[in-house]
Every structure is written in structure tokens, then in C-alpha cells.
């Protein structure tokens, strides 16, 4: 090359160039140099006395080994410029003639993407070596794996390096129930699925069983080429075990309640049909007493006596002394078992009456059990009445009347055997209360009346025991008694019974020997009124 060539292609480096001699003295600098330093004369100037003062101490040394060596030395400098770090590469080579070529190159945007580079990929080996969650890369066929994170080895309980040899191996670790649904999931992120998340179970080295969840992607570039693939997995372990004894306790939980429910429907049953049970046997006991004293015994020795004389009757009804008396005889019997018969179908129809109600009952536990209440049209003063009967015989027992102030009420739409039972437990509940209380003072009402906004109101007042401020909070509660043979189960099933029916039954008492009223409100539904 010419000088003259050599000097053009000086002339045209884009770096900023110099032409040194063994001091370091510019003899020559190019375009790029002169735009850099604009204005300033550089030939002349000693490089080394230049602004780069912290270079220039080095620089005399390395002119002399670049000089003896025949080699180029590069040296990097870092400064501040305009208050930002700048990095600047100088690159000294030799020339013919003792003299030195000096290249300076401005690398300050290289070096700070290496260093953001470095940093980046600290960052990214603090994260993979602290997170509990492991994470995986793979090709895009899945075939290779590129990056298994540390944490593999604290879920898998085995090295990572098995499977950057052994791609197919992670297969072999998931235990023999899950694999064949796990491996089908994560053959669907090689083709439309973009992305899984799956849970399985995977077996340890030692043979304990870990639960995983893996979320997996597809990575694509700015073209939508998959590029790989990478996966999360979290050790949910603990997670699943938490669910299963939740699940267990959950079930455990039902099935206690599912047999409280069986046992409550059964107290239920077992109460309110023992309730009428009572006038029920006494009913049957008066049809039984009543038939095995029943005239129609004497019917039978006159028929026998007829029939004994069947040849010549005429003469035995005129002449005989029996025979003349058996006309009468079989008046007087006619007479009474007329009387008789009225009486046991007067006892069969409460009979018939009590077995009805035992039959509600039943069926409204069964309504507990899924069916909804039957409702009827129901005449309230009759379920009032229908009431005491039941109690009949308790009443009789305490020597209790019961006065009734009742309303012209229309005829309603009611649950009848739900008003019913409410009624049987009240009125019972207020004669017990009545024991102790003097004869005269013995005393019930029921009152029966409409309230405000469409409502009926059914009270049963006592004059008893009545009931203390503290008693009064927790009388309706399951269980709750204070009778040496009560089972706290009435009340709690009536006002049940009143909610199921939206109503309300409530309370008032003035406290201990003021007595109690007792007030159930219903929605009133008439159905025509009474005249
Ligand atoms: N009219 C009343 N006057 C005073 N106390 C009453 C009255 N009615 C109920 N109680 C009190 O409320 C308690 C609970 O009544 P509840 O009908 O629920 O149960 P019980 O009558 O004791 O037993 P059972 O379950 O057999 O009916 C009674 O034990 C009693 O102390
Ligand atoms: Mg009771």
C-alpha cells in the first residue's frame, strides 16, 4: 500500500485515530479524532498529557512494549463523562519508523449491555437457586432438556443432571395411576395446547410419595415460533394432605349432623305421636270395656231361649212366665245397645281422630325429610278444640280448665298438623305448669284472634309456675328442661315448626309465679269467612 492509500484509509476510520511517536507526541489524527476534539490542535500535543490523565501514566509504558514486542495493546478505560460512567478501548499498534498507531473506541454501550447481561443472569441464579418452585426448559419436540432448576432436587429427592441425560426419565418418576393421564396432558403442549397446568404424584427416591403441580407454556418468539417450552412446579403436598383431612372431616361432619338429623326427626316423632298416643289407648280401652260389658249378651240368651221353644212360641210368649216377660226384655236390650253403640261411635271417631293425627305427625317428619308441609284448609277454631282433646286426659290428671276466647276466624289455609302439634305441646306444657297452683287458680285460655297484617295469633296462658328472666333466653333451646321427666324437646320443635310455616312463636312471662303466654303468629291465608 502506497502512503498515500495507507494515509486514506487513516483518514477514513470511523474511530478516532492518531499517529503517535515513541513519546506519544501526535504527529498526525483523522477526521473522526478532529470531530471528537473539535477546535483543538492536536498535533503536538503529548496524548498522554491529553484529558485522560488516569490513562496517561500508563501510557509510556505500553508505547515501549508495543514498540520492542512489534504486538498491539489494548487498554480499557473507564471515566465519567458528563457525570455518566463512559467506557473508552485503546487499541495502540505498531508502525514502521519507531512511530505508533493509536485507535480509541467509545464501548460504552457494549459494556453496559454486558454488564446488564451479567447482572441479568446473576439475578436469574439467585432466583432458580432460592425459589422453593422448580422450573424446567424444553425444546420445542420436548425431546431435550435445556434447564432443570436446583429446586428439582429438593421436590424429586434426585439430581437434575438425570434428566438433562435421560429426557424420558421424568416419566418414570410419577407414580404408575397418574402417569398415563399426566403424560397424555403434557403431549398436548407440543400441539394446540399453549398452555397446561396439571397435579400429580410423583415417588421419591426414598419412597415417599409428593404431590406436584405444574404449570407449563409454549415460549414463541416475536413471530410465533415456538422457541421452547418451560414449566413451574410447586410442591403442593402439604396443600393436598390439608385437603384431604379437611375433605375426611368434612364428611365425618356430615354424617354426625346426617345422624343428629335422624335422631332429632326420630325424638320428634317418638314425642308428638306419644302425646296423643295417651288419648288414643284411653279411647281404646272405653271400646274394649264397653264390648266386654255389652248387653248384647242377654240379646243372645233371649234369641237362645226363642229358638229353644221355635215349635210352639206362641203358646211359650202367652203362657209362660219367661216367656211372657221376653218382649220386654228385648225392648230394654234394644234400648241399650242403641245407647251402647252411640257411645263407641262417639270413642271410635276420637280414636279415629287421635290415629289421624298420629298419621300427620308421621307424615310431617317425613316432610322434614325433603317434602314440603301439607297444607289445607283448616277451620282454627277446630284445631283448638281437637288440641285440649288430645290433652284430655293430662287436663283431667292436673284437674285444669281451659277457657277458650275465640274469634269468628275465616277459614285458612294452614299446615294442620304443624298448628296442631304446636298447640298439644302448649297446652300440655301450661297444665304441667299448673300442678302446683290451687285448684281454683287451675286455669288455661286459648285464645284464638286475627292479628295486624293478615295474620291469626293462637295464645295458650297459664297461670302457673311461670318463668324465671334467665330461663326465658334459652326455653326454646334443644334439650333445655326443667321437669324431672321432660325431655326440653316440645318447644324446640314448635318453634321450628312455627318458622317452617313462616310464623313466629314467642314467649312472655312476668317471671317466677306470674305464669306464661305462649303466642304462635301465622300468616293468615282465609279461604271464606264464617258466618
Ligand atoms: N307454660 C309454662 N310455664 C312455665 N314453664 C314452662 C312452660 N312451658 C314450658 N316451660 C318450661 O320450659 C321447659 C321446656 O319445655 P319443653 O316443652 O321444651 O320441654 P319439657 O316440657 O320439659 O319436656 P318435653 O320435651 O317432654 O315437652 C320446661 O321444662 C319448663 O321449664
Ligand atoms: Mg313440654
Redesign the pocket.
Known amino acids: 500500500m502506497s502512503r498515500l492509500e495507507q494515509r486514506a484509509v487513516f483518514q477514513a476510520l470511523p474511530d478516532p485515530a492518531f499517529r503517535l511517536d515513541r513519546q506519544g507526541t501526535v504527529l498526525d489524527s483523522n477526521a473522526a479524532a478532529e470531530a471528537a476534539w473539535p477546535g483543538a490542535s492536536l498535533k503536538g500535543l503529548r496524548i498522554q498529557d491529553s484529558r485522560l490523565p488516569a490513562l496517561g501514566g500508563q501510557l509510556p509504558d505500553a508505547f515501549e512494549r508495543v514498540l520492542a514486542q512489534r504486538i498491539v495493546v489494548t487498554i480499557e478505560h473507564e471515566s465519567l463523562v458528563a457525570g455518566r460512567p463512559a467506557h473508552h478501548e485503546f487499541r495502540l499498534a505498531p508502525l514502521p519508523g519507531e512511530e505508533l498507531l493509536l485507535l480509541i473506541r467509545d464501548v460504552t454501550e457494549c459494556r453496559q449491555s454486558d454488564k446488564a447481561l451479567r447482572e441479568s443472569d446473576a439475578q436469574f441464579r439467585v432466583v432458580t437457586q432460592n425459589i422453593t418452585d422448580a422450573f424446567w426448559i424444553r425444546s420445542p419436540d420436548m425431546r431435550e432438556v435445556r434447564y432443570v432448576s436446583p429446586a428439582f432436587e429438593k421436590i424429586w429427592g434426585r439430581p437434575a443432571s438425570f434428566l438433562y441425560g435421560n429426557p424420558h426419565l421424568w416419566a418414570d418418576f410419577i407414580v404408575p395411576e397418574d402417569r398415563e393421564y399426566v403424560v397424555r396432558t403434557f403431549s398436548g403442549l407440543t400441539g394446540d395446547a399453549r398452555t397446561l397446568d396439571v397435579e400429580y404424584r410423583i415417588a421419591r427416591p426414598d419412597g415417599e410419595i409428593r404431590w406436584v403441580r405444574v404449570r407449563g407454556f409454549q415460549v414463541r418468539d416475536a413471530r410465533d415460533e415456538l422457541v421452547c417450552h418451560t414449566g413451574i412446579v410447586t410442591d403442593v403436598t402439604e396443600r393436598k394432605l390439608a385437603q384431604a383431612e379437611l375433605d375426611a372431616a368434612h364428611k365425618q361432619l356430615m354424617d354426625a349432623s346426617r345422624r343428629a338429623g335422624m335422631a332429632e326427626i326420630a325424638t320428634n316423632v317418638l ?1 308428638n305421636v ?1 302425646n296423643i298416643l295417651n288419648s288414643v289407648t284411653v279411647s281404646a280401652g272405653l271400646v274394649r270395656g264397653a264390648l266386654r260389658t255389652s248387653r248384647a249378651q242377654g240379646l243372645k240368651r233371649a234369641v237362645q231361649m226363642l229358638d229353644d221353644h221355635a215349635d210352639r212360641l206362641g203358646e211359650f210368649l202367652l203362657g209362660d212366665e219367661k216367656g211372657r216377660m221376653l218382649p220386654g226384655y228385648l225392648r230394654d236390650i234394644s234400648l241399650a245397645l242403641r245407647q251402647e253403640q252411640e257411645e263407641m261411635i262417639t270413642e271410635l271417631e276420637q280414636l279415629g281422630r287421635g290415629i289421624d293425627h298420629i298419621r300427620q305427625v308421621v307424615t310431617m317428619q317425613q316432610s322434614y325429610a325433603g317434602r314440603a308441609g301439607v297444607v289445607t284448609a283448616v277451620r282454627i277454631n277446630d284445631l283448638v278444640e281437637d288440641a285440649v282433646r288430645i290433652n284430655g286426659q293430662k287436663l283431667e290428671r292436673d284437674q285444669v280448665s281451659v277457657v277458650r276466647e275465640l274469634a269468628s276466624l275465616p277459614k285458612a289455609r294452614l299446615d294442620r298438623a304443624r298448628v296442631l302439634q304446636v298447640l298439644v ?2 297446652i ?3 297444665s ?2 299448673l300442678r302446683t297452683s290451687p285448684p281454683e287458680a287451675r286455669r288455661i285460655t286459648v285464645r284464638a284472634e286475627e292479628g295486624a297484617g293478615r295474620r291469626v295469633r293462637l295464645s ?1 296462658q ?1 297461670e ?4 324465671s328472666a334467665v ?1 326465658l333466653t334459652r ?2 333451646a334443644h334439650g ?4 324431672k ?10 318453634a321450628q315448626a312455627a318458622a317452617e310455616m313462616n310464623g313466629t312463636l314467642t ?1 312472655h ?1 312476668d317471671g317466677p309465679g306470674h ?4 303466642t304462635l303468629e301465622l300468616p293468615l291465608e282465609p279461604i271464606e269467612t264464617l258466618t
Open positions: 314425642h306419644g305441646n302448649l300440655g306444657n301450661a304441667e305448669a295458650v297459664d302457673g309456675e311461670g318463668i330461663n326455653i326454646f333445655f328442661t326443667t321437669r321427666h321432660g325431655h326440653g324437646f316440645g318447644l324446640h320443635s314448635c314467649v312471662s305464669g306464661a303466654t305462649f
